[in-house]
């Protein structure tokens, strides 16, 4: 069972080293919640880059969303020109990333997934995400995630409601 996953985290820190950005590493107790993670890191909740894993039609993409937002499937099917999208399963997540939901940064390319970010996660100067593990977080300036993973910019995701 995997719990906690250095080698992602690792990867990850190498390739922003790398690209010479600066980025700031949080420990913490464990997370699994955006509110949770938002409270831990003592910051706003839309700062947080929420990374999901849908299939759209044959093929696995990541779509990243601020951490009040919720996948809005209506235009994420319109952006995509596509009629078939769902949220890829647990199994389906472990073995595209070798991680669980929650502790996925939103590095597609870390996985060789197309990386789709919503647009409105540029509100912020810095965003924060969980970096392989439920228990550490990487706090990033916005503009240097997009500069490194290179996202495609759209909108994909409604503000959440409390029923979320």
């Known amino acids: 069972m995997i719990t906690e996953n250095n080698e992602i985290f690792n990867r990850l820190s190498e390739r922003l080293k790398s690209t010479g950005v600066a980025f700031k590493i949080l420990d913490h107790p464990p997370v699994y919640t955006s509110a949770e993670a ?15 894993i849908v299939k759209v039609e044959a093929q696995f993409v990541m779509i990243v969303l601020p951490a009040d937002f919720s996948l809005h499937t209506k235009a994420v099917k319109q952006a995509m020109s596509c009629k078939n999208l769902r949220f890829a ?56 995630y997009l500069a490194v993973e290179k996202p495609v910019l759209g909108i994909y995701g409604t503000k959440a409601t409390a029923s979320d």
């Open 38 to 52: 938002a409270a831990v890191r003592g910051v706003d909740l839309h700062s947080g880059a929420k990374a999901l």
């Open 89 to 144: 399963n647990a199994e389906e997540v472990l073995a595209l990333t070798s991680l669980k939901p929650g502790s996925i940064p939103p590095f597609g390319s870390l996985f060789n997934l197309p990386t789709y970010c919503d647009s409105r996660l540029g509100d912020n100067v810095t965003i924060n995400f969980n970096a392989g593990m439920h228990s550490r977080s990487i706090n990033l300036a916005y503009a240097d």
